[in-house]
């Protein structure tokens, strides 16, 4: 026995040894961290820069932070690209930096793909608009952005951003070819960044009752949750805000601080390097899985 322990140590040491010898390649959003598998075993670093953001060749220092060396070329990020998940979506807003909120062009491909369609984070979003329908890959955790889907109508994401300044709502997009997923897109992009939505926007009609009934303060935090596909635990109420208790998809649980008026994010529960106002509740999950 004392030998088989001796020559399980040993393979762990000579395993680290080759660790701080190697280089990878990962993606890297500000605040985030990188991962890489060597030998079959999965590592997870802090990158020095901290504020890196884009695909780099990193070298671990030791078994917690790795050193950027440089930038990784096209063709090392293409061939990485390739051995991902393929999705298409549409870009609905910027969340920080290169990290969009976006919503998935097809939700039966995504429910096959993703056992269901819901709002997501893609980062390093080196080009493309509002409302551009793009190529991503998602690698299991997070979804990266790859192009440009040059097979979509780029007439479709025009017609969405003159309703956006002409504040039509989701329910009244009027135009050929325009889709249940562009809508929820939409939606996304309504949320938050125009403010002026949500006081323009009429009471829902209940064809069963005679007079419409307001959302109660848990099924507002549900119903935001619900579209990302998180759930609600239980709140708090602490005067301006809540207190939210939730959990996203994977079964991981939250606690974040949601402004009561617009369900602005004031405190997420994690670092985010003082960007957690530029998310609402159901921008927040797509984040949390990202991350």
């Known amino acids: 026995m004392g030998e088989k322990i001796k020559q399980l140590l040993k393979s762990v040491s000579a395993a680290e040894h080759r660790l701080l010898e190697t280089q990878f390649l990962a993606p890297c959003v500000p605040g985030g961290q990188v991962r890489a598998r060597v030998h079959g075993l999965i590592y997870t670093f802090t990158p020095i820069p901290r504020d890196f953001e884009g695909w780099g060749i990193f070298v671990p220092l030791d078994q917690e932070d790795a050193h950027l060396l440089e930038e990784a070329g096209l063709p090392l990020v293409a061939g990485y690209m390739k051995l991902l998940m393929r ?3 549409r870009l609905a807003r910027r969340l920080h930096n290169q990290t969009w909120l976006a919503y998935p062009v097809n939700e039966s491909d995504a429910s096959q793909r993703l056992g269901g369609p819901r709002p997501v984070a893609v980062h390093l979003v080196s080009d493309g608009a509002q409302f551009e329908q793009v190529v991503s890959r998602w690698d299991g955790q997070s979804f990266w952005f790859e192009d440009i889907d040059r097979r979509a109508e780029p ?12 504040n039509t709502r989701a329910e009244q997009l009027m135009f050929s070819g325009v889709t249940p997923e562009m809508r929820t897109a939409y939606q996304l992009a309504t949320g938050t960044l125009r403010p002026d939505f949500r006081r323009s926007k009429k009471p829902v009609k209940r064809h069963n009752s005679r007079r419409t009934r307001p959302m109660s303060d848990d099924e507002r935090l549900q119903d935001a949750l619900t579209m990302a596909g998180g759930k609600l635990r239980g709140f ?15 079964g991981q649980p939250h606690t974040s601080a949601i402004a009561k008026d617009d369900l602005t994010v004031i405190s997420s529960g994690i670092c985010l390097s003082g960007r957690d106002r530029d998310f609402d509740l159901t921008s927040l999950v797509g984040v949390m899985e990202g991350y």
Do not use: G
Request: proline residues 0%.
């Open 155 to 166: 007439s479709i994401s025009e017609h969405l951003r003159d309703a956006l300044r002409q």
């Open 87 to 89: 999705l298409r979506l």
């Open 236 to 250: 708090l109420d602490r005067a301006d805000y809540w207190t939210v208790e939730w959990v996203s998809r994977d």
